[in-house]
């Protein structure tokens, strides 16, 4: 059971450009986390969603960010005029989540976002 | 007030002692808890879930106080590979689902030879 894969691994962008992350949960799980981590800093809360649905986004700004979670393929982070503040490392994490809950989310390696 | 908090460290440990250290949140809501560590900046793994009955897991012994609400990690004789980032995390289920995974900003331990 392959884990949680996020891709690209590393991403360079101009500023102005735009940047997508994606992620694809573990088999069998059906709610996905993104957090960002700045350097020397915590994981911050960035937006929480299950298929077809953004259930929490209180800690996505509000201009320049959006994320989905369609029906079929993975889960799209996407930033639009990436400026140098963007830079840090994003971090998806999947749940299986059951109706009783209280289940542990599981992590992909990242997707280390550079803005240049 | 953050959500969840916890004191950065570092906590410099010889090898071989005992280390402890506290995460308080401030949801009472709150229905799981779990420690994750973080090497390096890689991508965070669960350590252990918290119970409310407290639970151990080898050198790794974890508390839960509701009424203080705090949790906290043990760890016993410390080896060199524990040093890390120890992440206390804290969930709670809104009205039809469950809520987001907050993180606290971790807890440095740096255990030396």
């Known amino acids: 059971n392959a884990g949680v894969m996020q891709n690209p691994r590393h991403l360079v962008r101009r500023r102005g450009q735009e940047a997508r992350l994606r992620c694809s949960p573990m088999?069998?799980?059906?709610?996905v986390y993104w957090y960002r981590q700045l350097p020397e800093e915590g994981l911050k809360f960035m937006v929480y969603?299950?298929?077809?649905?953004?259930?929490?986004e209180s800690g996505m700004p509000k201009e320049r960010f959006s994320a989905e979670f369609p029906k079929e393929g993975p889960s799209i982070l996407r930033i639009q005029q990436v400026v140098r503040g963007d830079s840090a490392a994003y971090f998806c994490?999947?749940?299986?989540?059951?109706?009783?809950?209280?289940?542990?989310?599981?992590f992909g390696q990242g997707t280390r976002l550079t803005v240049v | 007030r953050k959500e969840v908090e916890q004191d950065p460290g570092p906590f410099n440990v010889p090898e071989g002692a005992t280390v402890a250290f506290n995460c308080t949140y401030s949801n009472s809501a709150s229905q799981s808890f779990f420690w994750y560590r973080q090497d390096c900046r890689k991508e965070p793994k669960l350590l252990m879930s918290v119970y409310s009955s407290g639970n151990e897991d080898g050198r790794f012994t974890a508390q839960l106080n509701r009424a203080s609400q705090y949790i906290s990690l043990l760890i016993r004789d410390s080896k060199l590979s524990d040093s890390a980032t120890y992440l206390c995390?804290?969930?709670?289920?809104?009205?039809?689902?469950?809520?987001?995974?907050?993180f606290g900003a971790g807890t440095q331990v740096v255990v030396t030879p």
């Open positions: 969603l299950q298929k077809e649905n953004i259930i929490d």
């Open positions: 088999k069998g799980h059906s709610h």
């Open positions: 995390v804290v969930n709670m289920k809104a009205t039809d689902s469950w809520g987001k995974f907050q």
């Open positions: 994490a999947s749940s299986p989540r059951t109706g009783d809950g209280g289940t542990e989310a599981f």
